[in-house]
């Protein structure tokens, strides 16, 4: 629902027709024009992991032998962020660690940073007994949440 009497005190008035509100226009990317400087058309195949196929090599790296591993660190045609990816999953095998694949999983599967976050009490009980608020309590309780935040 719009609000029919929205505050508007202290805004800049509107742009006027044909106005940009950003003249200087968005920052130029030098990553294409860098890569084109190197190697000319062919660029345009180097310059195109996406977040998606990103998330493809990690869920591919992290299921690899380390003889499929070192193969792929072999290719020519395989982009750096794998290959780079392969080398560390590498050293952490030879070091008996597991911290690349361990943050690569963590990425991929949010473990982190869980989206649903439950707060409950002791046992699973609620934090606070439920209850209907009457209009009083409901007005004092917003304004001691203004007070304090």
Do not use: C
């Not at 990317?29 to 180097?46: E, P």
């Amino acid at each position: 629902m719009a609000n029919k009497a929205p505050n508007t005190e202290g805004l800049r008035p509107p742009w006027k027709k044909g106005q940009s509100g950003n003249p200087a226009g968005r920052p130029k990317n030098h990553v294409g024009d860098t890569l084109k400087t190197l190697f000319g058309k062919s660029a345009r195949k180097l310059y195109n992991l996406s977040p998606q196929e990103l998330d493809n090599w990690d869920a591919a790296l992290i299921s690899l032998t380390d003889s499929q591993l070192k193969a792929l660190i072999q290719l020519d045609s395989v982009p750096s962020y794998p290959k780079n990816q392969a080398v560390a999953i590498l050293t952490d095998m030879k070091n008996g660690r597991t911290t690349t694949v361990e943050r690569l999983a963590d990425r991929l599967y949010n473990r982190r940073n869980p989206k649903r976050v439950e707060l409950t009490g002791a046992n699973g009980a609620d934090l606070v007994a439920p209850r209907i608020l009457t209009k009083e309590e409901a007005a004092a309780f917003i304004e001691k949440l203004n007070e304090d935040f």
